[in-house]
């Protein structure tokens, strides 16, 4: 039996005795909606059931015993974090079949020479660039890692070589890890923006977004990873052949002029980045520019997504994952599990306004810690009901908590907590040892250099006081 069934075992346990033995000064609408919580927490941190299973199970358990009105219950299917994702999905779909992701990784490899380091560096740029054109983190993977494979083995870094390694830690790290800071980037920043407009009607800014997070939590972060991965994991330069070198000599091979689809989608994908940028001007949503794209590239004459490409491409179990989290959420809200947690959980935390670096510490530490159990996508869906409860105490508007737990669920302790890092790991042929190795360095940079240079960046912009 796998190790997350006897993780899960308990519980799921724990759950149904909340749901079927009375407890003193808990009534009985509370306990249920915390017990359905707590297994549909159990079962998205566990994996024992796939991810859109486990959302439909929520679905039917809420609205079978009536635990809340359906609006509440599916909110998230209204919410624009949805909407964000499925544009996403579909914007991957199309950057998949136009050859576009290819053609930048073409170039990037072309440019990188034969030192390990800069490699690791272009590597990182390409992770970090693809994070701003393509929403969809497994989606980038999907595309990213055969096409480093394939470079890896032209460079002459074989299987188990720290080369190779390096590359694919590189690519998984550099486009996850950085992406969390992008607002389009990343599923639980779905989740935030869903929560955030579902929950406290308020409507998380692109640009601001970007502004707050990118600069310490992107950026940096995106150095530090590139750094620590060149030294935990040292190679040679590449042994490129005369016939494999990335020269000028290699110019037969470029690739061919853009195709009409290709121009096209390069050109929605430049609007939809400068929409996105903006949007604190033009105040319309992210996901909304994201499903304004995608209703474009579906055109029959447009022609880039096919109904076959809507058909096999676009993960509509993803949705329904989304939906389940963003749902979950409104549920806690609503039946005053938020309440409950706030009680119990907040006063441990001894928050009190004006002591901002406590504050930030506090947050964000519990943030990350929490990711531990419920992994990073289930983080936001968790505390964005208690957002409210930690803005009383710390005296900081609802947006600032909200993006506090930002800076939380960005600090990776180990892999396993961010699907997409194992899924990659697992393609690239990379042993879970060192991926936690590479981790376990990163909390430690970050803990000491990151998050301190965070808290003065957001000092700075006049986000605490």
Known sequence: MKVSYWIAAPGLAAAAALAFIPIDGLAVEPARTGALALATVVLFATGVLPEFISAI?????????????????????????????????????????????????????????????GIIAGLMVMGVVMAFLMPS?????????????????????????????????????????????????????????????????????????????????????????????????????????????????????????????????????????????????????PSWVALGVAAVMILPFVGIVSAQDIEEKVKFGSLFYVAGVLGLGALVAHGGVGDLLAQSVIPLLNLAPGDSAWNFAAIAGMSSALAMFATQPGVPAILAPL?????????????????????????????????????????GGVPMRQGNKLCLWLLLVTALILLPLDYAWWRLLGWLP
Do not use: C
């Open 57 to 117: 199970l929520f679905f039917a358990v809420a609205m079978l015993f009536a635990l809340a009105p359906a609006e509440v219950v599916f909110a998230g299917f209204k919410s624009a974090g949805f909407w964000m994702v499925f544009g996403g999905l579909v914007i991957g779909a199309g950057v998949r079949s136009t050859g576009l992701a290819e053609r930048l990784a073409h170039y990037v490899r072309h440019r990188f020479g034969n030192r390990y380091g």
């Open 387 to 427: 957002a409210s409860h930690l803005a009383e105490a710390t005296a900081l508007p609802v947006e600032a908590v909200l993006m506090l737990t930002v800076v939380g669920y960005t600090t990776v302790i180990l892999p396993y907590q961010t699907p997409p890092l194992v899924i990659a790991m697992h393609l």
């Open 137 to 285: 983190t497994l989606g980038r993977l999907m595309i990213l890692m055969p096409i480093v494979l394939a470079m890896a083995e032209s460079f002459g870094y074989g299987p188990g070589s720290n080369g190779r390694t390096g590359m694919v830690l590189a690519i998984s790290f550099g486009t996850m890890i950085p992406g969390f800071a992008i607002m389009s980037a990343t599923v639980p920043a779905m989740v935030i923006i869903g929560a955030a407009e579902t929950l406290y009607d308020i409507r998380p800014i692109y640009g601001t977004w970007l502004l707050l997070h990118f600069p310490v939590l992107g950026f940096l972060k995106a150095i530090a990873i590139g750094v620590l991965v060149v030294w935990l994991f040292p190679e040679g330069d590449a042994k490129i052949s005369e016939g494999d070198a990335p020269s000028t000599e290699k110019k037969s091979e470029s690739p061919a002029a853009m195709a009409r689809r290709e121009r096209t989608m390069t050109a929605l994908l430049l609007l939809a980045l400068a929409l996105w940028m903006t949007d604190f001007v033009h105040h319309i949503s």
